[in-house]
T-cell receptor
Framework: RKEVEQDPGPFNVPEGATVAFNCTYS??????FFWYRQDCRKEPKLLMS???SGNEDGRFTAQLNRASQYISLLIRDSKLSDSATYLC??????????FGTGTSLTVIP | EPEVTQTPSHQVTQMGQEVILRCVPI?????FYWYRQILGQKVEFLVS????????KSEIFDDQFSVERPDGSNFTLKIRSTKLEDSAMYFC???????????FGDGTRLSIL
C-alpha cells in the first residue's frame, strides 16, 4: 500500500472556478502534513502546511482529518498562474517525508 | 530569502562512470535530504542526513549511493557506476528541524548515456 495517495487528475478548470484536491495517507503515526506545488521541471515549493484545525492562506484552504487519514486542499477563484502539479507530503516520525504522485491542475482562460 | 543551491544544473555522464552532485543547504539548517524524480514520475525520497550521519534511507539508496558533508557547508550525493535508470532530476532539501517543511534546491538533471 502506498504511503500517500492522490488522484493524479488532470483537473482542467476555468478561471474563477473552485477546485478541491484530496490526499490519503496510510501511516497513523504521521505527524506533519504539507501541500507543495511543482511547476514543470522545477523544484517543489511549499504552498502551505496543514494544521489539525484547518488553515487558510488567501484563496487556499487546507484541511486535515486524522481519523480518516485524509488531507484536502481547496483553491477558490482559480487563476491561470495556479496551473501546476500539487503534491501532498506527509512526515512520519523521524525525518522521512513521503510524497504523493501529485495532482495536475490546468486553469483554462 | 536564503536558498538551497545545487550544482551542476545539468550533468551528462557515460554509463558506468561516477558522479557527484553538490548541494549547499541553508546555513542554519540541520537536516539534509536527497530526492530523485524520474521524468513524469513522483518525487522519491533517497536519504536524510543529520548530525553528520545518515538518519533514514529508502530502498532506492543502495550501495551505489553515498552522501557526505565534507566541509560543513556542502552536502554531496555520489553515485558510483551509474546506470541508465539513474537518469532523473535530483533534488536536495534542508530543514531547520526534522518535521518542518523542506526547502528545495533547483535540482540537478542527471542524464546517463
Amino acid at each position: 500500500r502506498k504511503e500517500v495517495e492522490q488522484d493524479p487528475g488532470p483537473f482542467n478548470v476555468p478561471e474563477g472556478a473552485t477546485v478541491a484536491f484530496n490526499c490519503t495517507y496510510s501511516n497513523s503515526a504521521s505527524q506533519s502534513f504539507f501541500w507543495y506545488r511543482q511547476d514543470c521541471r522545477k523544484e517543489p515549493k511549499l504552498l502551505m502546511s496543514v494544521y489539525s484545525s484547518g488553515n487558510e492562506d488567501g484563496r487556499f484552504t487546507a484541511q486535515l482529518n486524522r481519523a480518516s487519514q485524509y488531507i484536502s486542499l481547496l483553491i477558490r477563484d482559480s487563476k491561470l498562474s495556479d496551473s501546476a502539479t500539487y503534491l501532498c507530503v506527509v512526515n512520519v516520525a523521524g525525518n522521512q517525508f513521503y510524497f504523493g504522485t501529485g495532482t495536475s491542475l490546468t486553469v483554462i482562460p | 530569502e536564503p536558498e538551497v543551491t545545487q550544482t551542476p544544473s545539468h550533468q551528462v555522464t557515460q554509463m558506468g562512470q561516477e558522479v557527484i552532485l553538490r548541494c549547499v543547504p541553508i546555513s542554519n539548517h540541520l537536516y539534509f535530504y536527497w530526492y530523485r524524480q524520474i521524468l513524469g514520475q513522483k518525487v522519491e525520497f533517497l536519504v536524510s542526513f543529520y548530525n553528520n550521519e545518515i538518519s533514514e534511507k529508502s530502498e532506492i539508496f543502495d550501495d551505489q549511493f553515498s552522501v557526505e558533508r565534507p566541509d560543513g557547508s556542502n552536502f554531496t550525493l555520489k553515485i558510483r557506476s551509474t546506470k541508465l535508470e539513474d537518469s532523473a532530476m535530483y533534488f536536495c532539501a534542508s530543514t531547520a528541524t526534522g518535521a518542518q517543511p523542506q526547502h528545495f534546491g533547483d535540482g540537478t538533471r542527471l542524464s546517463i548515456l
